[in-house]
């Protein structure tokens, strides 16, 4: 069946510093693929999403490249900050929305 | 400001209590969900209603009973719930039922924090 895999957290880092959160996914047919992020105290919320093979989603400083050949969809941030702090979900989709686990990010000063 | 508004935020309740959790969303969207989040576990997809409809009931206990009067409000009606339903219960909406997988995302409340005792 169709499945994501996130790397489990904390992932603990400074402020400043570069941000990977590896996902990587399972499914059948052309699955388009989602990060969502969740703030403390608050609901999930879309941060970026690609519909297709090599597309790049990207919004607030966050990237992430659909790789069909590594089924993955890696979220990347070149520099990060302290209300970047929150729990990101990596999700895909073909006739339902399927989420991971979560990792959650802390940035400390 | 979400759109989605979830009421009460927090509930502690015993196992022989009935509660109901609210949603109501402001968006104008067709189609409702209810989601269970636990430490550790994907997000599990409990229910859904396109147009009021229930289109979607994921194995969930008979324990949860939903109900959707219209359109823009949803209800979780909790009875003889066990400490192992302890956790956050998010609502969401979207436009289209469909349309969520791919261009329509879903939005979603800030959630109610259940603790069974």
């Known amino acids: 069946g169709n499945s994501v895999t996130q790397m489990e957290g904390p992932v603990t880092l400074s402020e400043e510093a570069f941000l990977t959160i590896n996902c990587t996914y399972t499914?059948?047919?052309?699955?388009?693929l989602f990060w969502y992020v969740q703030y403390p105290g608050e609901g999930l919320q879309l941060l970026l999403k690609a519909t297709k093979a090599d597309d790049k989603g990207s919004n607030k400083g966050f990237e992430a490249t659909y790789r069909k050949e590594t089924t993955s969809f890696h979220l990347e941030k070149g520099s990060v900050q302290v209300s970047d702090s929150a729990v990101y979900f990596c999700?895909?989709?073909?006739?339902?929305?399927?989420f991971g686990t979560g990792t959650r990010l802390q940035v400390f000063p | 400001e979400t759109g989605v508004t979830q009421t009460p935020r927090h509930l502690v309740m015993g196992m022989t209590n009935k509660k109901s959790l609210k949603c109501e969303q402001h968006l104008g969207h067709n189609a409702m969900y209810w989601y269970k989040q636990s430490a550790k576990k994907p997000l599990e997809l409990m229910f859904v209603y396109s147009l009021e409809e229930r289109v979607e009931n994921n194995s969930v206990p008979s324990r949860f009973s939903p109900e959707c009067p219209n359109s823009s409000h949803l209800f979780l009606h909790l009875h003889t719930l066990q400490p192992e339903d302890s956790a956050l219960y998010l609502c969401?909406?979207?436009?289209?039922?469909?349309?969520?997988?791919?261009?329509?995302?879903?939005?979603f409340g800030n959630g109610t924090r259940l603790t069974v005792t």
């Open positions: 969401a909406s979207s436009q289209e039922r469909q349309a969520q997988v791919n261009n329509s995302p879903l939005h």
């Open positions: 999700a895909l989709s073909t006739d339902k929305l399927i």
């Open positions: 499914a059948t047919g052309y699955p388009s």
